[in-house]
């Protein structure tokens, strides 16, 4: 191996840990450097998304504004991946699926303390719309909220009848989405922008085999 590939190699090893350990400590820590750094971050980025729910709803977006809203819906796809994977799947199923059906795995809906609370007080029947805080059940206000639930004796279906976003021109419906400890405010205008197709999306599990 030559030295100037085995420099080459050198200097990206530490550039991605660099890299990775900046959102370590932005994401993570709470020093006062990575929590001055977490703030200035955080200011920085829902002002910007701020902005550029204004424009959509100016209809003032360019060609550049677009590029990057699907550069950072594909971010933000990869990056709740890890935490947020139902959420993770819809998202990408709404900007750049076809509108079919979506079924989500239940594999954590089935063991959600909330979503268990409220199967056991509503009982049999069909409900919904239903709304819950973000901080009720952070996985699931960020998949389905509202949702709907049809509980029977042997399954319970978590659903939404139809995906859809706040219209362009509206900039007061937004949603918190953590990574780690950075809150990051998104607008769903900006998701309408890129033209995303409505579809039914649901989970269904057996009450036996929970």
């Known amino acids: ?29 709470d020093d006062k450097f990575s929590s001055r750094m977490r703030e200035l971050v955080q200011q920085n980025i829902n002002n910007y998304i701020a902005r550029i729910s204004v424009s959509t709803a100016n209809d003032s977006l360019t060609i550049v504004d677009t590029s990057i809203l699907h550069a950072c819906a594909l971010t933000g796809v990869a990056v709740s991946r890890f935490s947020y994977p139902e959420a993770s799947t819809s998202l990408f199923h709404t900007i750049y699926g076809n509108g079919e059906d979506l079924e989500l795995s239940s594999s954590y809906f089935k063991q959600s303390i909330y979503l268990r609370d409220k199967i056991k007080e509503l009982g049999n029947g069909q409900y919904g719309p239903l709304s819950l805080k973000q901080s009720d059940d952070w996985r699931l206000s960020l998949a389905l909220n509202p949702y709907y639930l049809t509980i029977t004796d042997e399954k319970i279906k978590l659903f939404h009848p139809k995906i859809v976003f706040a219209a362009p021109n509206a900039q007061d419906v937004y949603t918190v989405v953590p990574i780690g ?28 085999k929970l």
């Open 1 to 29: 191996m030559s030295k100037k590939l085995k420099l080459l190699l050198w200097l990206i090893f530490v550039t991605v840990t660099a890299v990775l350990l900046l959102a370590l400590s932005i994401t993570q820590l």
């Open 181 to 208: 400890k950075l809150d990051i405010k998104v607008y769903d205008n900006i998701i309408s922008a890129l033209e995303p197709s409505p579809f039914y999306v649901f989970s269904e599990w057996d009450i036996n």
